[in-house]
C-alpha cells in the first residue's frame, strides 16, 4: 500500500470521490500542511493555522496508478483558483499536493505543468491530523443535505461519467 494526501476544497468532497476508485482501500479526511499540532476544524476554519483540508488516500499500486489519482483530483476541483473551491474560501481551501515520495513530487510536478494557469501548491507530507468523527464518510450519512446535492454530486457524476474505468465495480 501507498499512501498519497491530496487537498482540493472541501474535505468532504475529496473524500468522496476517491472512495468511488478501485485500488483505493482507505479514505480519511483531515488536516495537513500546517503548523498547529492541535489541528481541528474550529482552529482550520480560521485559516491562521497553515493546515489545508486533506485527504489521506490509501491505494495499492497494482490497482491504481499515482497519475490516475492525480487525474481524478485535478478533474474534480479547480486547481486554478487560489485558497478557493466555490463558496468555500480561506487557504484552508487551497488546491495543495502532500508527496509521500519523491517519484510522486516528480509525477505531480509534471502533472501541474500541463495545466495552464495552476496554482496547486506541491509540498513533502509532514503530518496527518484526522478530522473529527463527524467528518468521516460525511457524504454517505447526508446525501440529502443541499450541500451534497448542490456540490458533492456533480463532481461524483462527472468522475463516474469521466472516469469509469476506474471505478470499483457495484454489486
Not at 8 to 37: D, N, Q
Amino acid at each position: 500500500m501507498e499512501k498519497a494526501v491530496f487537498g482540493g476544497g472541501c474535505f468532504w468532497c475529496t473524500e468522496a470521490v476517491f472512495k468511488m476508485l478501485k485500488g483505493v482501500h482507505k479514505v480519511v479526511p483531515g488536516y495537513s500542511g500546517g503548523t498547529r499540532e492541535d489541528a481541528t476544524y474550529e482552529r482550520v476554519s480560521s485559516g491562521k493555522t497553515g493546515h489545508a483540508e486533506a485527504t489521506l488516500v490509501e491505494f495499492d499500486p497494482k490497482e491504481v496508478k499515482y497519475r490516475d489519482l492525480l487525474t481524478v483530483f485535478f478533474a474534480s476541483h479547480d486547481p486554478t483558483t487560489l485558497n478557493r473551491q466555490g463558496n468555500d474560501v480561506g487557504p484552508q481551501y487551497r488546491s495543495v499536493i502532500f508527496y509521500t515520495t519523491f517519484k510522486q513530487k516528480a509525477e505531480a510536478e509534471k502533472f501541474i505543468k500541463e495545466i495552464e494557469g495552476a496554482v496547486t501548491e506541491l509540498v513533502p507530507f509532514t503530518e496527518f491530523f484526522e478530522a473529527e468523527n463527524y467528518h468521516r464518510d460525511y457524504f454517505e450519512s447526508h446525501k440529502d443535505a443541499p450541500y451534497c446535492q448542490i456540490v458533492i454530486n456533480p463532481k461524483l457524476d462527472k468522475v463516474q461519467k469521466e472516469f469509469a474505468n476506474l471505478l470499483k465495480q457495484t454489486s
